[in-house]
Structure formats: C-alpha cells, structure tokens
C-alpha cells in the first residue's frame, strides 16, 4: 500500500469539509476510500494507494483507516469529534494543507469526484446501500473485498477476465 497516497486521501477530505463536518463521518470516509479506489482501477487501469478493505455491515470498509487517522490527529492535521448524540456522526475536522505532490492531478482530479459525490450526494446510509451489491454478498462478513472485483462488474470485460478475476479473489 502506498501510505502517503493514502494519508493525502484522507487529510484531504477531512480538511474539504471542515467547515461541514456533518456532512463527511467515518461511514462516508471509507466509501470515499473504496469509490476512490474502484473508479481508478476503471479510469487509470490501477488502483491509487492499494489499501485493502473488509466486508462490513455497512459496506466495504478500509483496513488502514482508524491507524491513518490517530496518525493525522497525533500531528495535528486532524482533529476527531465524537458524536454528542446516538445517530450524529463522528465529526472529522482537517486542518492545514494537504500534501498535493503525494497524487498525480489525473489521481486528484477523481478523487476530489468522488469526494464531493459521496459528501455531498449521499447520506451514511444510502452510499453504504449503494455498495451492497454482489461483490459485497460473495465475500463472508469481515473477509477481504477486492477493489478490482466492484471495478470489473461496471466495465465491459470479456467474461472469461471477469471469470479468472473472480477465481483468483474468491477462490
């Protein structure tokens, strides 16, 4: 995995939505990971930072997540506001800039896309429905999800990939 690809991801969207923290909590931080993820292996042909991700009741979910944000909060890039009420989000609150020379601009380009798609098109639990599909029901609770299978169901792929795909990360 490409760690600083992927902290300049997450600083990122914590610091775009600072002054709107209700509008990005963890739900939506780790579809924003997987959407990322899943368009760039459909556009660029590979994934941006690598990182792997589990079968969650809500949805794929990113292993290295909660380990990357202590990471920013311990330098001070990130502050994490827990929720005050039952059902309100986690509040993320970037601060500073975030390391722009970490991407390419064709990489920023979607992941600023897919940012403000799920932050700003969608709530915790529409995009979470949104990434229960096949890929998410053939992988058992917990297990590993691989970006490459949501990416290969939306483009056109001879069947014989998608096959010998689908064998070599659900076998």
Do not use: C
Not at 19 to 36: D, F, N, Q, R, T
Not at 39 to 64: C, D, N, Y
Not at 89 to 107: C, F, I, M, Q
């Amino acid at each position: 995995m490409d760690l600083s690809k992927y902290q300049a991801i997450v600083h990122f969207a914590t610091r775009e939505y600072a002054m709107a923290p209700e509008k990005l909590g963890l739900v939506k931080l780790h579809k924003i990971l997987w959407y990322s993820e899943v368009r760039a292996i459909q556009r660029l042909g590979r994934p941006i930072s690598g990182e792997r991700f589990i079968r969650h009741k809500r949805g794929p979910f990113a292993t290295q997540l909660d380990e990357t944000l202590k990471g920013l909060q311990k330098t001070g890039l990130l502050n994490i506001q827990p929720p005050s009420e039952e059902f309100e989000a986690t509040a993320l609150v970037g601060k500073g800039s975030p390391n722009r020379d970490a991407l390419s601009d064709e990489e920023w380009r979607l992941v600023e896309q897919v940012t403000r798609w799920v932050a700003e098109d969608h709530s915790a639990s529409t995009i979470s429905e949104r990434t229960h599909d096949d890929v998410w029901e053939a992988v058992e609770m917990f297990g590993e999800i691989p970006p490459m299978l949501a990416a290969i169901r939306v483009i056109p792929t001879p069947d014989a990939v998608k096959d010998a795909v689908r064998a070599q990360y659900l076998s």
